[in-house]
């Protein structure tokens, strides 16, 4: 029987002597470093974001100038129901033969108006008799501006998806900051839970090291007939017990490890999966004394949930100016300017009402060249001025469109409204947990002190032999409690602390974090 317990405790160790050589020591830095590296929820957030970015910056591509080019040929002949149809003896109409070209370039302003500035050109050549050049260069350029004075003045479909977009970005960005909180406060989390459960099983083998001491105490007793063979029975069992509360305590620490190694660990790790990390844990955290406005205050000022709330009113608010300015009437002011050249070779068919061939004017006389720099040289232009003013007997749809653009704005609201009123109940219920947790850390460790005393004194009445086996394991056991009523306050207060962080907005800022909005 001896022989068998033996050889059970060297396998034990022998395990447990594989296992430790198998450890990685990790730092809460190094944990929530690889998670922010090789989290997914961060990656689908860290690409929304970006895309969001480049949505922004796209949306800005309206103010862009836009170029229009055009250029076609063109040869008609068209019949003329008049005694003046210019064509030649015996033909129903004169044939035109033209090419022309255009260039536009089109510019949409900020304040909703759209400036045009154009240029066009055509070469054209007729048998007409009416036309005094053949072949004729004319030339055109010319600006106009139009800009709304009532509909769209404020606010148009442009402007409002540049402002949407901008929101769109500052929420994702938001939401970004986010998903990286949670997941380093979830780090956190299960970095301490893991350190917890390694020290359960600490405090499991070494339970089970005082139950083999007491069985190997007893058995010695037995075997000197200072015992009868019926007093081994009591430790023999508390020590099986006591191994399989140990087994558990090791699937449980097994388990928060995989699910430390689940946050921070990418597929791509094969490595760090099969390693056993082991958390460096200071004993004793400080304790700090939290003040309830200064805490609520930093929250609202720094929570991102509030950002990505603020970014929505933005979107809402925005929408409900363009519903509302698609509501009135439309009226624009535009104004225009051009100017025209013209010249070209006397047309061969050009005859005058008496049909006596018609002289061309030395000024029109020459090519394209000639045509453009009569634009400078002479008078002849076109100013227009004008209102254009519309408005659809009816405008259901738009009023529509405005009372549901109104009534998500008030929903915005209402949930910012929410929103603050939940972080600060996040902040008081995160103080209140921090506050208890540092009061189990000294009732605590008030209490191992005194199971320790407790479980000497009666190691001492056993020597003595005032004492039994019962009372001996039920002291062991009772202070196995009290280090794990101790591990359990230590580290709850530094989840505390870390949630504390987490309902004030600070943790990244604590934790040297900086968001980085570049996808990878």
Known sequence: MRTAFVIVTLLALAGTARARCAERPLTLDEAVGLA??????????????????????GARGVYNPFLELTGFWRETKQPVNSAFS????????????????????????????????????????????????????????G??????????????????????????????????????????????????????????????????RLAEEQLAETQARVDAGAAPETEISQPRAELERRRGELLGARE????????????????????????????????DPELLTPDRTAEMERALASRPELEVARAVIERRTAERKFTHSTTRPQLDAFVSYDRFGIAGSGNPYATDPQGN??????????????????LGDEDFDDVRAGLVFSFPLGNDAAQGAD?????????????????????????????????????????????RQAAEIQLSAERDRYDAGMSTNFLVLTRQNDLSSARL????????????????????????????????????
């Open 36 to 57: 922010l590296q090789k989290n997914e929820t961060i990656f689908i957030a860290r690409e929304s974001a970006a895309a969001s970015k480049a949505l922004a910056s």
């Open 86 to 141: 210019g064509a030649p003896a015996g033909e129903g109409a004169p044939t035109v033969e033209s090419f022309d070209g255009s260039a536009i370039v089109s510019q949409y302003l900020p304040t909703g108006g759209t400036l045009l500035a154009r240029a066009i050109s055509g070469r054209g050549e007729t048998n007409g008799t009416y036309d005094l050049l053949s072949p004729a260069y004319q030339t055109r350029v």
């Open 143 to 208: 600006v106009e501006f139009r800009q709304p004075l009532w509909r769209d003045l404020t606010m148009d479909a442009e402007r409002v998806s540049i402002r949407v977009a901008d929101a769109e970005k500052k929420r994702s960005t938001a939401e970004l900051r986010v998903d990286i909180t949670d997941t380093v406060a979830e780090v956190e989390r299960a970095y301490w839970d893991l350190a917890a459960a390694r020290a359960a099983v600490r405090v499991g083998e070494e339970a089970v």
């Open 252 to 283: 449980i620490a097994s388990r928060a490890d995989t699910a430390l190694k689940l946050l921070m660990l990418s597929d791509a790790d094969p490595g760090l999966w099969e390693a056993s990390f082991a958390p460096e844990v200071d004993r």
């Open 357 to 374: 061939p018609v002289v061309v004017p030395d000024t029109y006389d020459g090519g394209w060249g000639r045509s453009w720099s009569m």
């Open 403 to 447: 009372a549901a653009a109104k009534h998500a704005q008030r929903q915005a609201e209402a949930e910012m409204t929410f929103a603050r009123k939940s972080v600060r109940a996040d902040v008081l219920n995160a103080i209140a947990a921090l506050e208890t947790a540092g009061q189990r850390i000294e009732a605590a460790r008030a209490g």
């Open 485 to 520: 009523d101790e591990i359990s306050a230590n580290l709850d207060y530094r989840v505390a602390r870390t949630e504390l962080a987490r309902a004030t907005g600070s943790l990244l800022q604590q934790r040297g974090v900086a968001v980085d909005e570049t996808a990878r």
